[in-house]
């Protein structure tokens, strides 16, 4: 993934700014035709689009289904946890006490109440939820990264599949990485043997500082004509090149890629959509000042400007417990309470209620899941632990039919009763929002074809 910031961690080697400013001469030196035609563009097999954007809430460290969108009010203590049930707008439909706002959502959700990894390991089961294809091997806790190899995550196939115009990439991840302590970052991030030109855009930023801004999307003052003009003319070469090359569609859209971040830079488009001082107080205020909050605004300024899927990572806190992530091994009531639900209930629904009012939720897919859900014992710290075997994901919008329930749990939100769904059901399902039926091919580095999902779409919530 392309990281737009001078320091920070980049994920499997994402570019500095410093070689994003060299913009005709990026990779050049170890490109290689058989590379180039190993990562062509994909065949799409289209359907009907009902989603033209997807914005994808990845709540790392698992939000826990007990206190979300399973709870069980019946359960004994050590089960159901401190907190109780709360009606939705969707008749039969409880939801955890913690999420109001989100409650009144419900009659125009989908939740599924069944989803299984079969892993308790965060970026193992991560890399599942990201990509819909299970890790080898599976409960494997800090599994690195490996682009040639792995599978394409969502957004790497989303780049994929678009035919980007120069103007914003079709993937943006915000405002970080995800990675396990020791900064590990999981699998399942990049592209994977689509190719590094297809990553999504890693964008670390801190968009709830009042100097926001994104370094490498706008031009510094002292970055003289010349420089420019030189990328210009290395731009020229490469193309006149290409008059000796095989005349590939992976050569054309390389060279588009090239000419897209000259593009950025020149025009200003990517720096405008950035742009969050443009929104209004009370609007920036709706979504929380927090940094996710503010992320999540910055993922709608980026969806009504042409970017077909943002995901967003949850982060870290410091100097909050469990570092204030989802990953409650301790204290987790008092962490859900405190800053976790009330965070995720504003900026959610705040997202929910902009896309409704600007008339771009019925064509934008809002998607919230974790790697995986919680044990159903509260454990010895007061904390949930890690549960792969059954949780929930909830999604809206961009043709989902509102006011479902697919799906359900035992007595105890520990194992599914009936509609199990798998990761790769979710990423069809997805795809096939956007008009891509899951049989659409794309190549591998050995030219093989293959289905960008081999999972089944969820047609109960359609």
């Known amino acids: 993934m392309l990281s737009l910031l001078d320091n920070g961690p980049t994920l499997c080697d994402g570019l500095p700014r410093r070689e994003w400013m060299r913009i005709g001469g990026i990779g050049l030196g170890g490109l290689t035709m058989s590379r180039l035609a190993a990562a062509r563009t994909a065949t799409p097999t289209a359907i009907p689009p009902t989603a033209k954007r997807v914005i994808l809430f990845g709540l790392t460290g698992g939000a826990p289904q007990h206190e979300t969108w399973d709870p069980k009010p019946q359960a004994p203590a050590n089960i159901r946890g401190e907190f109780g049930a709360i009606s939705s707008s969707l008749t039969g439909l409880p939801v955890g006490e913690l999420m109001p706002r989100t409650a009144r959502w419900a009659n125009r959700m989908a939740v599924l109440r069944a989803v299984v990894t079969g892993d308790n390991s965060h970026s193992s089961s991560g890399y599942q939820m990201l990509t819909g294809v299970p890790h080898q091997p599976l409960n494997r806790e800090s599994a690195l990264p490996k682009p040639p190899n792995n599978w394409p995550c969502l957004g790497g196939m989303v780049r994929a599949l678009k035919q980007e115009t120069g103007q914003l990439p079709a993937a943006v991840t915000l405002p970080e990485h995800i990675w396990n302590d020791g900064n590990f970052p999981w699998p399942g991030q990049d592209a994977g043997f689509l190719g590094r030109r297809h990553d999504p855009w890693l964008i670390h930023c801190q968009p709830q500082d009042n100097t926001f801004n994104v370094p490498g999307l706008t031009l510094e003052k002292d970055f003289a004509g010349l420089r420019l003009d030189r990328r210009r003319q290395l731009l020229d070469q490469f193309d006149a090149a290409r008059n000796h090359l095989d005349r590939a569609p992976a050569v054309s859209s390389y060279q588009l890629h090239?000419?897209?971040?000259?593009?950025?830079?020149?025009?200003?488009?990517?720096?405008?959509?950035?742009?969050?001082?443009?929104?209004?107080?009370?609007?920036?205020?709706?979504?929380?000042?927090?940094?996710y909050g503010q992320s999540v605004l910055l993922?709608?300024?980026?969806?009504?400007r042409g970017v077909s899927l943002v995901q967003l990572n949850w982060t870290r806190i410091k100097g909050k417990e469990n570092q204030g992530g989802w990953d409650t091994h301790s204290k987790h009531c008092e962490s859900l309470k405190s800053f976790?639900?009330?965070m995720m209930d504003r900026a959610f629904t705040a997202l929910l209620?902009?896309?409704?009012?600007?008339?771009?939720l019925d064509e934008t897919l809002v998607v919230w899941q974790g790697e995986f859900g919680h044990t159903p014992?509260?454990?010895?710290?007061?904390?949930?632990?890690?549960?792969?075997?059954?949780f929930s994901v909830a999604m809206a919008g961009g043709g989902v039919?509102?006011?479902?329930?697919?799906?359900?749990?035992?007595?105890?939100?520990?194992f599914p009763v009936d509609g199990v769904v798998r990761p790769r059901d979710i990423i069809s399902t997805v795809f096939h929002c956007l008009g891509y039926s899951p049989e659409t091919v794309v190549h591998d580095p050995l030219d093989r074809p293959i289905p960008i999902s081999r999972g089944h779409v969820i047609r109960e919530i359609l």
Not at 259 to 282: P, W
Not at 299 to 304: D, F, G, I, P
Not at 353 to 360: S, V
């Open 353 to 360: 209620e902009d896309l409704d009012q600007r008339g771009l």
């Open 340 to 342: 976790l639900m009330p």
């Open 401 to 414: 039919r509102g006011g479902v329930v697919h799906g359900s749990s035992d007595k105890h939100a520990a």
């Open 258 to 291: 090239a000419q897209q971040a000259l593009d950025l830079l020149t025009r200003g488009r990517a720096g405008t959509a950035f742009d969050i001082s443009q929104e209004s107080d009370k609007t920036r205020d709706r979504y929380g000042r927090s940094r």
């Open 299 to 304: 993922a709608r300024r980026l969806v009504e």
């Open 377 to 390: 014992k509260i454990n010895g710290k007061a904390g949930r632990d890690h549960w792969g075997n059954c």
